[in-house]
């Protein structure tokens, strides 16, 4: 008896368990934006401080697109937050985060400020020494803030040799081309990176 109460019991737990993926999502309908034109094509869920909203985006009474803003954790536009630079991928980092603008990738302040100590002259990768002629694909950003670009960019670093096209580059996390590093070709731009479980990218 004790043994086919056991079994009973697992095939019970078994049963509970295979009912676990079955997880049942419903909309929040509670929550609402004002979001009135465009497109949002990236956003990032600060705690206690609410969305950022990356791509081109309008709310009533706009006259532009903003390419990145701020809504609250009801959908509300936080008027405060100016507008700036983005527009694609955000990647968290500390206290602040990265966001592609255009053909280059600029480090913000969550109040929506540019972090002038990434890529000197506040113009993001496109314009730190030693890059030229951007075009930007996907990026990865290190733990110390430092940042692999896929795309198509021409260094000029003659003292170590890369000089022409090159297809993934590396930035150290104030901005400058990595000169300890190997830059890499390709046939072509690399668009898109994808992450592996044990943290490593293909």
């Not at 079955?22 to 705690?47: C, E, G, I």
């Amino acid at each position: 008896p004790l043994r086919r109460l056991s079994l009973t019991a697992a095939a019970a737990l078994f049963a509970a368990a295979a009912a676990w993926p079955q997880w049942s999502f419903n909309l929040d309908t509670t929550f609402r934006t004002h979001v009135v034109d465009k497109n949002v094509n990236a956003l990032y869920v600060y705690p206690g401080i609410g969305i950022y909203l990356s791509g081109r985006i309008r709310f009533p009474g706009d006259i532009s697109d903003r390419v990145l803003t701020l809504i609250d954790e009801n959908g509300e536009q936080v008027q405060s937050f100016p507008y700036s630079w983005g527009g694609g991928k955000i990647v968290p980092w500390m206290n602040q985060f990265y966001v592609q603008n255009g053909n280059v990738v600029v480090r913000m302040n969550l109040n929506g400020t540019i972090d002038t100590g990434f890529a000197p002259h506040s113009g993001g990768a496109g314009s730190a020494p030693h890059i030229s002629l951007p075009t930007n694909g996907d990026y990865h950003v290190f733990p110390d803030g430092g940042v692999l670009l896929g795309g198509s960019y021409m260094p000029s670093d003659t003292m170590n040799g890369f000089v022409g096209w090159y297809r993934l580059v590396w930035l150290t996390n104030t901005g400058y081309l990595d000169t300890t590093r190997v830059h890499r070709n390709a046939n072509g731009p690399i668009w898109a990176f994808t992450e592996q479980p044990d943290g490593k990218f293909i």
